[in-house]
């Protein structure tokens, strides 16, 4: 079946750096966009970043540009999201999701069951 | 950004009556707005896109109406599996989510 699954979470001390993994299944992962979503404890969604089909465009949140990084292995249907200078305000929980379309542009029809980032000294 | 903003933040209703949720945006996004289901502890659920298309597997009691910055989610007959979290996502820009509607039993 579909599915999303969301690995690398854990704790983590301030200004230290994080990896993130999503592997996908059940669909032919090189054809869609992708996002990260985060949602903080007892918060609602806020969305992290997004790359193309073919990685060859990726944006970001205003929050996480510069120090978070999307990036894809389409031979391992493999979504990634590298995290430098992680603040206390990153933790929450990471979601990955699938978008509609190649672009990444529609909205988001698949969802992992997260992975939770906690950064504390 | 666009901001997304839902209301009630709370909404209180019995089962088999009818929920209406309001989702605003500060500038217009078209057609371009999901609907999304939460319950505790799980990821979110796609349930409308493109404002009023249901998604697969989503029972016809769920419907979405509305364009430029005023939508709407109506669920015409509240099941116990429908109270949870409700939030609204404008992907005309750079994707944002509204505050979320959290649907309780009365």
């Known amino acids: 079946q579909v599915q999303l699954v969301e690995s690398g979470g854990g704790v983590v001390q301030p200004g230290r750096s994080l990896r993130l993994s999503c592997a996908a299944s059940?669909?032919?992962?090189?054809?869609?966009?992708m996002h990260w979503v985060r949602q903080a404890p007892g918060k609602g969604l806020e969305w992290v970043a997004v790359?193309?089909?073919?990685?060859?465009?990726?944006y970001y949140a205003d929050s996480v540009k510069g120090r978070f990084t999307i990036s894809r292995d389409n031979s391992k249907n493999t979504l990634y999201l590298q995290m430098n200078s992680l603040r206390a305000e990153d933790t929450a929980v990471y979601y990955c999701?699938?978008?509609?379309?190649?672009?990444?542009?529609?909205?988001?029809?698949?969802w992992g069951q997260g992975t939770m980032v906690t950064v504390s000294s | 950004e666009i901001v997304m903003t839902q209301s009630p933040a709370t909404l209180s209703v019995s089962p088999g009556e009818r929920a209406t949720l309001s989702c605003r945006a500060s500038?217009?996004?078209?057609?371009?707005l999901a609907w999304y289901q939460q319950k505790p502890g799980q990821a979110p659920r796609l349930l409308i896109y493109g404002a009023s298309t249901r998604a697969t597997g989503i029972p016809a009691r769920f419907s979405g109406s509305g364009s430029g910055t005023e939508f709407t989610l109506t669920i015409s007959s509240l099941q116990s599996e429908d109270f949870a979290v409700y939030y609204c996502q404008q992907y005309n820009n750079w994707p944002t989510f509204g505050g979320g509607t959290k649907v309780e039993i009365k």
């Open positions: 500038q217009s996004v078209s057609s371009n």
């Open positions: 999701a699938k978008d509609l379309g190649y672009r990444g542009r529609d909205a988001f029809d698949i």
């Open positions: 790359i193309s089909y073919d990685g060859s465009n990726k």
């Open positions: 059940g669909f032919t992962f090189s054809s869609y966009g």
